[in-house]
């Protein structure tokens, strides 16, 4: 537990330097600091002088006419109600500093009414430490195993180059932080927060433009003052101070000669260094142009659109993703995610080629002519028939209690027309046997006839 000391103290330290409180003078005059001690007679209260130097100044309470203090535990939650866990985590050692200012004001202030919130945001990294600790890497937000952190070795190492870039910005090294920009942009120009970057170097380049034309022109106005001044010194003090300006101007050539045969594309800013300076405006006369050309919104989209395409592989949704995949690949074709994304897509598309569609086992359905079976000539119902009630009758109720449904009559069969529609008719099957029988008479009464007459001729 008192390794979280450290980085509490430090926090504290931090969050006094905003003094938050004041005193009021009879005169009109507003002291503004940290109030350290108190007696009946007087207070004394710490002020900032310049930088981080601090002064005391013992105040009488006869010449205080108000004064305003803020509770301890208030000022070290400033501190502290801004920490959360970042997008991505990979060591242990990056929650020390967190955590031990989180643990830190709960055992300070223990009563402080901000605990329970402070005691939720310190569970938050004791549970990302349990994460780490296992084994796994938190990457954007997700919780990879080890072998999967490696798979997404490229956005990890890019992502932490952005990280070291953005700590350098908050130290004032924008020097430095526009040098890990060029090594980011270099080793992983398809990386998800290229964008990011990009953008966070134009924000740097438009803040160092001006700042180093101001510096240049401070320097040439003390060359100017320094080469006036020096034809007034005599000898040998003169030449003394032309040796050691010279001195110093090597110096600073040399450090800008080898910070270039690095390959470093933003050499150190010497304030005191007219080869600095010229070359760094150099560069940033150059650096704001083609950054301003970079597609930046449209990769930022092509990140969007990526993130649609993962959600949709893994809802299964292989023409969703399908779509998402092919806006992605157009807006930024070097946008490297797209490698892993379609590799997961080809797989899903494989699967769903290699499973076959279900079976369903569905009941036999009884086709119309089976469900509208003519009633046979008879009046009495068939075996197994359900007669229809009549109009006028009462319902009949079926076994479970419910109605029995009423199956409708079949259509009448379509018309036939022609010789064939009548004979199968009742009516044409009637005339069919008349004529037979009429024939069949007629025959039979020709032949008695004949025979009668034979008869007669002999």
């Known amino acids: 537990m008192r390794k979280f000391w450290l980085p509490f103290a430090v926090v504290i330290m931090t969050a006094f330097l905003g003094f938050a409180d004041s005193v009021t003078l009879k005169t009109g005059e507003t002291v503004e600091g940290t109030i350290t001690g108190e007696t009946e007679k007087d207070v004394t209260i710490s002020v900032r002088v310049s930088g981080g130097v601090t002064d005391e100044r013992t105040i009488s309470k006869n010449d205080i006419s108000s004064m305003s203090k803020t509770p301890p535990d208030e000022i070290a939650y400033q ?7 970042a997008e991505n985590a990979f060591t242990l050692s990056a929650f020390d500093g967190e955590i031990g200012a989180l643990q830190g004001f709960v055992d300070t202030y223990p009563g402080s009414s901000h605990v329970a919130e402070v005691k939720k945001n310190l569970a938050e990294f004791e549970d990302e430490r349990a994460h780490l600790e296992g084994g796994q890497y938190k990457v954007f ?27 350098q910005v908050k130290g004032r090294d924008l020097i430095g932080a526009l040098n890990t920009f060029t090594e980011l942009e270099k080793s992983y120009p398809g990386a998800r927060v290229y964008p990011d970057a990009v953008d966070r170097a134009k924000q740097i380049v438009a803040a160092l433009h001006p700042d180093i034309d101001r510096r240049l022109e401070v320097w040439q106005h003390d060359e ?18 032309i040796a050691a300006a010279k001195a110093e101007a090597k110096r600073y050539d040399t450090l800008c000669q080898n910070a270039q045969k690095s390959g470093l594309k933003w050499i150190p800013l010497l304030p005191r260094s007219e080869k600095s300076l010229t070359a760094l405006q150099t560069t940033v006369e150059n650096e704001e142009p083609r950054l301003d050309a970079i597609p930046v919104e449209q990769m930022h989209e092509s990140v969007q659109a990526l993130d649609r395409g993962r959600e949709a592989i893994e809802e299964q949704d292989a023409l969703g993703a399908d779509s998402a995949l092919k806006e992605a690949a157009n807006l930024w074709p070097a946008n490297h995610g797209l490698t892993d994304a379609t590799l997961l897509l080809n797989r899903l598309k494989a699967e769903e080629k290699a499973t076959p569609p279900p079976v369903q086992l569905l009941r036999p359905v009884a086709t119309p002519a089976q469900v509208a079976r003519p009633m046979p000539m008879s009046n009495a119902p068939s075996p197994g028939a359900i007669a229809a009630p009549s109009p006028g009758s009462a319902k009949a109720a079926s076994p479970v209690g419910t109605p029995l449904p009423v199956i409708p009559a079949p259509p009448p069969p379509p018309a036939e027309s022609g010789v064939m529609s009548f004979l199968m008719s009742p009516s044409g099957m009637l005339v069919v046997v008349g004529v037979g029988v009429l024939g069949a008479g007629g ?16």
Not at 443 to 458: D, F, G, H, I, T
């Open 141 to 167: 937000g997700k919780w990879l195993s080890k072998d999967d952190a490696m798979k997404q070795r490229y956005q990890i190492a890019s992502q932490e180059l952005f990280e070291s870039m953005e700590a």
């Open 224 to 241: 100017e003052e320094r080469l006036t001044n020096l034809e007034l010194v005599a000898e040998p003090e003169k030449s003394q101070l």
């Open 79 to 85: 501190a502290v109600k801004d920490l959360r866990p």
């Open 443 to 458: 025959a039979l009464l020709a032949a008695r006839a004949k025979k009668q007459k034979e008869a007669s001729a002999e």
